[in-house]
């Protein structure tokens, strides 16, 4: 989303009259992280007991390399910048090409079970530590500037958060239910550049799609399913990259691919009416999308 664009969800979010009120903190905790421009690999390794997967010792199998998928982050937790606790990451599996429903998933190499991944909590459903600032804010020169996003997280259990990961070592897709169970423990590191970010007295933002990325999500699932075959203790270890199916054929896309925002609270009192007129149609769209991603492919 351009600049254009982020003025125009402005003005549409204030003629429908929506508000949102938030105090002050430190940059590092009060932020607002969305971006569907990214993508991952890396690889899953099976093991029969949660402490094998923790000290990466008697593996069943693996490890199995993960094929690139798209990344969507998105991370609204422990802020007052808008009304509403949120968490996210999971494979783009939803962008569509021209033919298909809008959103539906059809023509998207993504959605299969074969490197899936999918973690959600609306709702501080689970325990979690997520911190967000501008790790580069240059204000003078568009492009220079880098948002960092840092967190950790234990017990995201399927009933609560929708947690799925691939059943590894499988490359057949099949029902989520071989994909469902309790995310264990994670970890994230997202590094994200080539900002352009805008200053206003309440915040500072960017509005543009990063143009370079360095990180990781990292973790063990327990796929909970009864079959002994899927049963186990996941651990997996993907690095996200600029690799983007989605973003390559966004001209050929049934309907739009979803712009980035990053923003993070100016340190000093404010009240905080436009953040939260902003973001609230990325709360609303990204809400749908994560609670249809756990059904069947």
């Not at 309790?182 to 994200?192: C, Q, S």
Request: hydrophobic share 40%; glycine share 10%.
């Amino acid at each position: 989303m351009d600049t254009s664009g982020f003025r125009r969800i402005l003005f549409v979010v204030v003629g429908c009259g929506i508000s949102c009120w938030f105090a002050s903190v430190a940059l590092s905790q009060d932020f607002f992280f969305a971006s569907d421009r990214f993508g991952y690999t890396g690889t899953v390794t099976v093991y029969d007991s949660f402490a094998d997967a923790q000290n990466q010792v008697n593996p069943r199998s693996g490890p199995h390399s993960a094929p690139q998928r798209d990344l969507s982050l998105y991370f609204n937790l422990g802020t007052s910048l808008i009304a509403n606790d949120f968490a996210a990451f999971f494979t783009a599996w939803y962008y569509t090409t021209a033919g298909g429903a809008p959103y539906s998933g059809s023509g998207n190499p993504n959605n299969t079970n074969h490197g899936f991944l999918q973690f959600y909590d609306d709702g501080a459903t689970t325990t979690l530590n997520v911190t967000g600032m501008w790790s580069v804010l240059d204000l003078n020169n568009p492009g220079s500037s880098e948002f960092t996003l840092s967190g950790s997280g234990v017990n995201a259990t399927s009933n609560a958060a929708l947690t799925r990961l691939w059943n590894a070592p499988s490359l057949a897709s099949g029902p989520s239910s071989l994909t469902i169970g309790d995310l264990l423990e994670w970890d994230l590191m997202v590094v994200a550049g080539g900002l352009t970010v805008s200053a206003d007295t309440e915040y500072f933002y960017s509005a543009d799609h990063p143009t370079n990325v360095s990180g990781h999500i990292r973790g063990i699932f327990h796929n909970t399913n009864v079959d002994p075959t899927v049963n186990g203790f996941y651990r997996f270890d993907f690095s996200i990259n600029m690799n983007n199916w989605a973003w390559d054929n966004r001209d050929s896309l049934n309907g739009d691919f979803r712009g980035s925002f990053f923003a993070t609270v100016v340190p000093e009192p404010a009240s905080g009416i436009l953040i939260g007129l902003v973001l609230a149609p990325f709360l609303f769209s990204r809400r749908l999308r994560c609670r249809r991603v756990a059904t069947s492919f």
